[in-house]
């Protein structure tokens, strides 16, 4: 697995924002085919929140359409997830998640996680 950088958790209140990063190293990112973020709450099962395949073939989860954008900046190895109208059922773990082919062999690879807190 590679490793993936994630920033941007933090504590805010309903209705206001917050802009997940997560950076990847230069050597690989050209090698990844799909990238985006998962969330966990607790007692919920991880779940898709959005993904980005290729250049800008976008997915999103019903609960996030609307409120929530992924986008890859390849410049500086990197994908955002910009949260916008953040509800207190948002809060959870989010982890980056990637799959990439290096050598041409799929792998996939995980963040450590960050925390997103919405209070209400």
């Known amino acids: 697995q590679v490793q993936l950088v994630e920033s941007g958790g933090g504590l805010v209140q309903a209705g206001g924002s917050l802009r997940l990063s997560c950076a990847a190293s230069?050597?690989?990112?050209?090698?990844?085919?799909?990238i985006g973020w998962h969330r966990q709450a607790p007692g919920k099962q991880r779940e898709l929140v959005a993904r980005?395949?290729?250049?800008?073939?976008?997915n999103y989860a019903d609960s996030v359409k609307g409120r929530f954008t992924i986008s890859r900046d390849s410049a500086k190895n990197t994908v955002y997830l910009q949260m916008n109208s953040l509800k207190p059922e948002d809060t959870a773990v989010y982890y980056c998640?990637?799959?990439?082919?290096?050598?041409?062999?799929?792998?996939?690879?995980w963040g450590q996680g960050t925390q997103v807190t919405v209070s209400s």
């Open positions: 230069r050597s690989i990112f050209s090698s990844i085919k799909s």
């Open positions: 980005i395949t290729g250049v800008d073939k976008t």
């Open positions: 998640n990637a799959d990439l082919t290096p050598g041409g062999t799929l792998q996939t690879a």
